[in-house]
């Protein structure tokens, strides 16, 4: 095994938290070295520039690695939800829509409020401002001034187009005298630190090559680089190693380019993997001195998943109103965020309502599950509905359940002979029914908007098995208030080993009822500058020694 | 399975209109390797059928094992609507409409803050201190 130079920090993963950890630390003076079991995506990568795009989004450049298995992916079992995810440098920034809606004070105070879930060991309070510059360092698009939250800075670039769909989804809540507001969406709507404005090309789903959208390989990563991040894309990490102390002292990994064993020395260690990929590490990190897996005394350690509830509408709106361009993300409603008990359950839940696809995506329904009718009748319902379909997701706060778990598999590997991971995961009674709730509401949506067709998804197959594309893994290394019941601390430091810290979507402690990246990317935040002042304290301390 | 049952097959799904072209029409059968393996034997010979028993084979598959038919209904509804005559016939429709996402992208008017700005004042959240225990009771009186 080589060995490399030791270096201040080691990073393991480069999504959008690593991103955001490695440039404020780099910035800092302080070494960083971040692995990434992926390489880079390049812009022609996207299937953007080709006639199959559509295609391509089922098979290559499918969101789920089960079905995309690409050199890079790891293997999720399970039996339930579909893990979704992009393995590569900027993580599945790679392949979302960039929807930036921020968690709400009540998110934060769910032990209080009903006990079903703990409360956070920190509150909204805490995080604002971190929102407010994440929003400035990622690039963000909206309007400030919602009612339905606690107020916020002006986004960095105005609100995206409505356009006419958004319009007359707009009007359908008026009608139903519900809140409504322009989505805020990490993709820019004008020029901004150096990329171009969203073009309405209408391929969200599948990425951003122009990086209009923040695609952290282009928008974060050439900054980090920039600032003295030795990123490394293709390594992936096999364990995290730790001294007879008990403190990390850095991972083995794999070289994807060579077939290598490396070892990479670190006085600190953040993993930052995604709330699969984080505590798959962990667990693969087990030794004599951790024999349940590294962080893991508790066994807390990839329990807690959550992945919102779920339920989704196409909704057909009653002319063509260019559903197929512009950016995913219109409007979002936080109607029925805050818990009423008297709807049958606690926690609340957003809608999101986006755009839909392009031809071939209508014709084989947004969700693929229900395509047009063949034959005869296929041509006229395609001029029914085609540049018509809104899509409505109802997201909710799901309720953390120890049972809904990441753990490895006992049969399966990576391409490298690393353990898959396995997801477990069953809704709870509270989840049931507030997506039984939600399907009410998504009709009464339908409605309001006099749609002459509509397609309720609750994502329920013929057993009665809950199969939700799950985009939000959270909660799995879930931060407390003590080291019984949570893995860190409120800075993301492991309360086993010291030197070690979990800064990712695995971190939270409740789902929200938004799309999660803007609040991950905001505890990325808060945590990374904690790290570089402390850092500079010690350095102060050394010097004055 | 060979070009002609793959178009066959294709025109049974797709059959044209007076705008729409029929799938053999089109440069579909380039694309139609895309169709899963098992379709070849379960659907059997199709292009020597007439109409009406081609129709009524395709159901018949749909029937009997609908996942397989669903893989293929989705292959050959991606690659119809791939086809340059499918996308001009879109455009017929008076829709704008790229074969490829990227570079040219679409017009779309721009946030209008007169227009577009909510004004209708709803919307509430609850302040971090004036978080409170909810009264659960209404749970336990609900028929799970």
Known sequence: MARPDHTDVLIVGAGASGAIVSLVLAQHGIRVVCLDQGGSVTPSEHPHYARDFQWQRQNRWSPNPNIRQAAADYPVETAQSNALMWNAIGGSTNVYTALWPRYRPSDFRKGTEHGMAPDWPISHEDLAPFYDESDRLVGVSGLAGDPGLPPCAPYPTRPLPLGVCGRAMAAGFERLGWHWWPMPSAVLSEPYDGRPACNACGGCSSGCPRGSMAKMSISLWPRAVAAGTDLRPECRVERIETNAAGRATGAVYVDRRTGLREIQTADLVIVAANGVGTPRLLLMSASGQFPGGLANRNGVVGRYLLHHTLVSAEIFLDAPAQTHMGNAGVLVSSQFAESDPSRGFVNGFNFNVARSGHAGIAAIGTFGDRPAPWGAAHHAWFRGHFSRAMVVHAIGDDIPQATNRITLSEDRTDGDGLPAARLTYVPHENDWRMMAYMKDRLRDIAASVNAPDHRITDYVDENGVYRTPAWHLLGTCRMGGDPEHSVTDSWHQSWDVPNLYIIDGSSVVTGGVVNPTSTVCALALRAARRLAASRHATQRDEAAD | ?144
Do not use: C
């Not at chain 2, 097959?9 to 044209?16: E, H, Q, R, S």
């Not at chain 2, 598959?61 to 609908?66: D, M, S, T, V, Y």
């Not at chain 2, 791939?82 to 008017?109: C, K």
């Not at chain 2, 201190?129 to 909810?134: D, E």
């Open chain 2, 1 to 144: 399975m060979d070009g002609q049952d793959k178009l066959a097959f294709a025109d049974v799904l797709l059959p044209g209109d007076d705008l729409f072209p029929r799938a053999s029409e089109t440069g579909i059968l380039a694309m139609l390797d895309r169709l899963p393996a098992g379709i070849a034997p379960a659907l059997g010979p199709l292009a020597t059928l007439e109409a009406d028993a081609r129709v009524a084979r395709v159901g018949q598959l749909q029937a009997e094992n609908p996942a397989l038919f669903a893989d293929a209904q989705k292959a050959v509804y991606l690659a119809y609507y791939e086809q340059p005559e499918v996308i001009a016939a879109i455009r017929a429709m008076g829709v704008p409409y790229h074969s490829v996402l990227l570079p040219e992208g679409y017009d779309i008017a721009p946030f209008d803050p007169l227009i577009d700005t909510p004004r209708h004042g709803r919307g509430a959240w609850v302040p971090t201190g004036n978080v409170r225990p909810l009264d659960l009771a209404p749970l336990t009186r609900r028929e799970v």
